[in-house]
């Protein structure tokens, strides 16, 4: 099976690129944020074909009970708020009939290996601004689930893959709680570390 890994930053897998390069396993930096990812993304599947793409990176949680370095699988992931006001009301796109705003992991026909299933499953949400206010947390948690997850390009992954057709998967380490910012409290050595040794042995298991 043929797999890219995807990441934002290079900073994200620097400490494993020389295991992918040793196992010759592609990689692609896209870039921070859904437009970059979409643009980086979709150029690499218009010029190479994969049986399996997957998104690693960081991400906030929203819920308390969470460890920082808790590694979790996405499972579905939305562009957050995307849609149009309407005298202080949400009109979300679908509402509006214009396109969507959530998109699913797909997992391919082979069963992939335990690394990954027994991760526990979250929902997720892209953003352009990461979430910092005590008002603007304060709207999500009244809206999404407490185990909802926040980063930047999940859901322009997802998008990208279900056009190709190509099976995705993405998995986030928890860096920080979405509080209001304070990176005092933030881990995010250590979440990098937690999610470079999943997808090595993601890699190692897979190939077993």
């Known amino acids: 099976m043929k797999i890219l890994i995807v990441a934002a930053t290079e900073f994200e897998i620097a400490e494993s690129i020389p295991f992918l390069q040793e196992y010759q396993v592609d990689y692609l930096i896209t870039g921070v944020g859904m437009t970059a990812t979409a643009f980086a993304l979709g150029q690499r599947l218009a010029k190479e074909s994969y049986d399996l793409l997957v998104n690693v990176g960081i991400a906030g949680t929203l819920d308390p009970s969470r460890s920082l370095g808790d590694l979790v699988r996405v499972t579905k992931d939305q562009i957050y708020q995307f849609g149009a006001e309407d005298k202080g009301n949400f009109v979300s796109i679908e509402t509006l009939g214009f396109g969507h705003s959530s998109f699913h ?4 026909e082979t069963q992939l290996p335990p690394v990954y299933t027994q991760l526990d499953a979250v929902e997720g949400i892209s953003v352009n601004k990461v979430h910092g ?3 603007s947390i304060s709207e999500l948690n009244q809206t999404l689930s407490p185990q909802t997850i926040e980063s930047m390009e999940g859901a ?6 279900t056009q190709a057709n ?3 998967i993405q998995v986030r380490s928890i860096s920080n709680f979405v509080e209001p910012r ?3 409290n933030w881990n995010i050595p250590y979440a990098l570390s ?3 040794h999943w997808f090595r042995e993601f890699i190692l298991q897979h190939r077993s």
């Open 105 to 108: 992991a797909v997992l391919p």
């Open 166 to 168: 190509v099976p995705a």
């Open 133 to 135: 206010s005590e008002q």
């Open 156 to 161: 322009a992954f997802f998008y990208c893959a």
């Open 182 to 184: 304070n990176t005092k």
């Open 194 to 196: 937690k999610l470079n």
